[in-house]
């Protein structure tokens, strides 16, 4: 459980009462518990408050470095519907449990991306792409890709044009290329330009300009996330 990706995305979803991303982390000291603030959150996760639940899972997870108090939290949260919760514990199920329990992982995944939950949009197209949990379906990672990309994930982004690309989809392909490139120069990191030039081969010159204008259009609709961490 003492994974990093989980650490990141915790500290950016309880930021914001623990149901939106994409805003800076915050120190994890910052979820000490007294006696009596462990008592009153234990009191009303147990009558539902899922905040309360994932207060608790964030204090076992970082402060007394207890995974079966972790976890016990987490679990509960994400019964009472927490869409992070859910999120993490499917990372957890996934990557931190012996055989992974990717069926598991699937389940929370798609209710944590149907909430809104790009990241966990983007592990649901990963699974969908590479057939964990779920039998390969391209044509769902496509919709999945494009869903997180348009949350401002930049690497769904290119992973979508990759695979729009391959499908022959050059269209949609270069237009994601081109934002992620974009972003990619605004965050001053290296730009995957092969990608680029790849799904812009089969086009014509005419063709490229009508859709970096197209590009350009749809690049000031989807959300700007600065840390690269969440991309």
Known sequence: MKNRFILCYVLIAFALNAFADDVPL?????????????TNNIERANHGDAGAALRLYLFYEFIPNSETNSVYWLKKASDLGNVTAEYNLAFYYENDVHPPQYKEAMKLYRSSAKKGNGQAMRALAENYEKGRGTDVSIDSAIDWYEKAARKGKVFSMEHAASLLDEQHENKRAYVWAKIAASRCERAHLKRNDSLLTTTASNL?????????DRAMRLDKEIPYIESYIDW
Do not use: C, G, Q, R
């Open 204 to 212: 014509t010159t005419n063709v490229i300009a009508k859709l970096d």
């Open 26 to 38: 915050t120190s994890a000291s910052s979820y000490y518990l007294s006696a009596a603030d462990i």
